[in-house]
């Protein structure tokens, strides 16, 4: 049942969701998910108890405006029969800073926030967002010993919403329209598939000639960076990206609450697919009330293949020298 008390032999309440560090990212996607109407019930945790007070009375004066819904600051005892559980807590990227330059301070975090969440007894979704996301996802997945399909990661989520909206701003088209994905590590190894890449069936470089716009190798090349560099040219900007990732984890959380099964490119753990294995990637996977429910074998060109496994080894190079 995926809006019920129980789904199989879990006691989880699908309306009730714990949020895990409330700086940025996890104060926007309070909020995102306050309006959504999603939830009845929202825990906000910090190691920081004055930040996740003072979020949730902010957020929660809101509230009668939009949904009733019981939002408050607590402790992990409360979200031991949350349906889902959200990740943000850690260090953010600051100018200049890589993802992955981010991965000792924020493993160390999860080393000291993973257990107590299953300490609690949680047994529901866990959603990781901090950076690098793939990464952790993995971390996650090792220190909950929760199933694979219960461990997801936001992935490149944010990215194919940066690029569905770069694209629909070059072909002067609803971004709704656009049927693209950006793949991989959610970082600088990420890759956008154009092979797949259409316009409500049409294919991309089909529609950008019928609608009189450039489709050659620089433009696709610059869009890609473009959607690669965003964060970065937003961190520069206003020192952090949160409202963009708030809609993106609302989106993932909606799939699961609503047993949606919409594709998403969210991180899972890879188990072989494209000759990749113990690591977790941003990959499309069908997202319903058990979290990845079906892992999706997308046509990849040779070259998009290529570039996934070379993605891949990023994220492996990184994983073989944490201590877990
Ligand atoms: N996945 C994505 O697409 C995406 C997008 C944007 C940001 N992020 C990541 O999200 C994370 C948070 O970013 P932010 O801008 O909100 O940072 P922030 O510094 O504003 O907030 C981090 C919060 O985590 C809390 N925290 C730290 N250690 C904790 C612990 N042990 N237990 C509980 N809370 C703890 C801090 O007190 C702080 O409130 C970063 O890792 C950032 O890179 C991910």
């Known amino acids: 049942m995926a809006n019920g008390i129980e789904t199989g032999t879990r006691p989880v309440n699908f309306r009730k969701v714990g949020i895990v560090g409330c700086g940025f990212v996890g104060s926007a996607s309070a909020f995102a998910l306050m309006q959504s109407g999603l939830f009845s019930e929202m825990v906000l945790i910090d190691v920081d108890r004055d930040r996740a007070e003072g979020e949730a009375l902010d957020i929660a004066h809101g509230m ?191 799939a699961i609450v609503r047993d949606e099964k919409p594709i998403l490119p969210v991180s899972n753990l890879m188990e072989g697919e494209y000759g990749i294995s113990d690591i977790a990637l941003s990959m499309p996977a069908v997202v319903g009330a058990e979290g990845i429910e079906y892992k999706v074998p997308a046509p990849f060109s040779d070259d998009e293949q290529a570039r996934l496994r070379a993605s891949a080894e990023v994220l492996k190079s990184v994983i073989e020298k944490l201590d877990l």
């Not at 981010?102 to 949680?122: A, D, E, M, R």
């Not at 529901?124 to 219960?150: C, E, F, H, M, Q």
């Open 64 to 254: 009668p405006l939009a949904s009733p819904a019981n939002i408050y600051a607590g402790d992990y005892a409360d979200i031991a029969d949350a349906g889902i559980v959200i990740i943000t807590a850690g260090a953010n990227q600051k100018p200049g800073e890589t993802r992955l330059d981010l991965v000792s301070k924020n493993v160390s975090i999860f080393k000291s926030i993973v257990p107590q969440i299953t300490h609690s007894g949680f047994d529901g979704i866990l959603l990781v967002v901090s950076n690098p996301v793939d990464i952790l996802t993995y971390v996650a997945l090792k220190l909950s010993g929760l199933p694979a399909n219960r461990v997801i990661g936001s992935g490149t989520v944010l990215d194919t919403a940066r690029f569905k909206y770069v694209l629909g701003e070059h072909l002067g088209v609803d971004p709704r329209n656009v049927h693209a994905r950006i793949v991989g590590e959610h970082g600088d190894s990420e890759i956008a598939i154009w092979s797949l890449a259409n316009v409500s069936g049409i294919p991309i470089d089909v529609f950008s000639r019928l609608r009189g716009r450039e489709h050659s190798a620089e433009t696709m090349t610059k869009i890609e960076n473009d959607v690669k560099n965003s964060a970065y040219e937003i961190i520069e900007k206003k020192h952090a990206t949160y409202y963009g990732i708030a809609m993106s984890v609302k989106r993932i959380c909606e």
